[in-house]
T-cell receptor
Framework: KQEVTQIPAALSVPEGENLVLNCSFT??????LQWFRQDPGKGLTSLLL???SQREQTSGRLNASLDKSSGRSTLYIAASQPGDSATYLC??????????WGAGTKLIIKP | GAVVSQHPSWVICKSGTSVKIECRSL??????MFWYRQFPKQSLMLMAT?????????EQGVEKDKFLINHASLTLSTLTVTSAHPEDSSFYIC???????????????FGEGSRLTVL
């Protein structure tokens, strides 16, 4: 049974710092992995999608890596801003489209 | 990018009533949509997979007679919470698989969610 773990559960850093969020999964037979952002009381915003054959994806200040063999993905945020404050979720997908979610990392960027 | 619209964004209802939530893919056709539920401070949990023109597939522990799903067209899926009770109060989110020109990126696009409060 696939399990997805996100560490840390919460993180607070000063504005401007670079930071890394971690996501680990127990079953490496995934179709892809997706990082999302969730603002309080709102829906999800897809940040980055990494296919199983890819090693990383980049979008602006965000970079996500995938190491299937070790069951790990990281989301790197460069030059953090207060507007980056949100809960970040990773989800792995198997071929049947089912997504298995991590519990999320709550990120607070202090001005 | 692909857009998924969900309506209503929030609803308050009395216990025992039924509530319908709509999920629409605005600029693409979605043969498959997914419904999730999120309780406070918990992860999103898949409730069911909705396939256009056929019956939905429910996850274990989700009552299909209570959470009615209809996917009558390639752009619309509805979730009806029947005889809602306070324990059904939650954040419900739908998603649909994006893609264009026959390309399946595997990326899922999400609606903004519907917050249901049952009094």
């Amino acid at each position: 049974k696939q399990e997805v773990t996100q560490i840390p559960a919460a993180l607070s850093v000063p504005e401007g710092e670079n930071l890394v969020l971690n996501c680990s999964f127990t079953d490496s037979a995934i179709y892809n992995l997706q990082w999302f952002r969730q603002d309080p009381g709102k829906g999800l915003t897809s940040l980055l999608l990494i296919q199983s054959s890819q090693r990383e994806q980049t979008s602006g200040r965000l970079n996500a890596s995938l190491d299937k063999s070790s069951g790990r993905s990281t989301l790197y945020i460069a030059a953090s801003q207060p507007g980056d404050s949100a809960t970040y979720l990773c989800a792995v997908r198997h071929s049947n489209y089912q997504l298995i979610w991590g519990a999320g990392t709550k990120l607070i960027i202090k001005p | 990018g692909a857009v998924v619209s969900q309506h209503p964004s929030w609803v308050i209802c009395k216990s025992g009533t039924s509530v319908k939530i709509e999920c629409r893919s605005l600029d693409f056709q979605a043969t498959t949509m997914f419904w999730y539920r999120q309780f406070p401070k918990q992860s999103l949990m898949l409730m069911a997979t909705s396939n256009e023109g056929s019956k939905a597939t429910y996850e274990q522990g989700v009552e299909k007679d209570k959470f009615l799903i209809n996917h009558a067209s390639l752009t619309l899926s509805t979730l009806t919470v029947t005889s809602a009770h306070p324990e059904d109060s939650s954040f419900y989110i739908c998603s649909a698989r994006g893609g264009s020109g026959g390309t399946n990126t595997g990326e899922l696009f999400f609606g903004e969610g519907s917050r249901l409060t049952v009094l």
